[in-house]
């Protein structure tokens, strides 16, 4: 909840000026940041999979306890898989 | 319908299949740019269908946030009074949040 107000800061920031855009650059470019944005990003995607999960239950596919546990889990692994790529992208810093 | 929550339920569904298609469609739009700098980054906001895009993605995620705020607030605060004070500190923070995101996508735009 706390990114929606820092991206918003953040869009300010990039459009003022090119010392604003490289400065919001700037801030990418430290490891901390990046690992606090890849943290959110990996909340974001949960979230997103997690969401269109629950759009589909809406319409009555996959009810069924064997394809929900199913579906759930792949949600889980799906966005620890997405973790793993965002760590990376920490990590090339 | 009032008091039956379909509503609420019928917001947060249409904004998230916006944010979703926005969040996916994003990363393309922004590779698709000649450059990341500043000229381009500038020159893409200033075009009003992404400018009007970007605007409404915060129009849904902020509303997003107030059917999923408001449901925790239903569920994990009994206090009515607590409930309150915690629902509108979120209306104040998501409105004000609005306005930042006009005033800042609006000088922007090429009329």
Redesign the interface.
Known sequence: MAFTPLSIYALAVSLRDAEGFAQVQGWLQAWPVRAAVAIALWSLVHHLLAGIRYLFLDVGRGSDLVSATISARAVTYAGAVTLAGFALWVLAR | MHGSGLNAWLVQ?VT??Y??LF?IALPFVVASMPAL???H??AL?ARPVFNVS?GLF?VA??SH?WVG?RDVAIDYVPNLPLRLVVLSALAF?LIG?FV??VA?LVP?MAL
């Open positions: 569904r998230a299949v944010l979703a969040l700098d500043f000229e980054w500038r906001l970007v915060y995620l902020l946030a705020g923070a949040s930042w995101v800042t922007v």
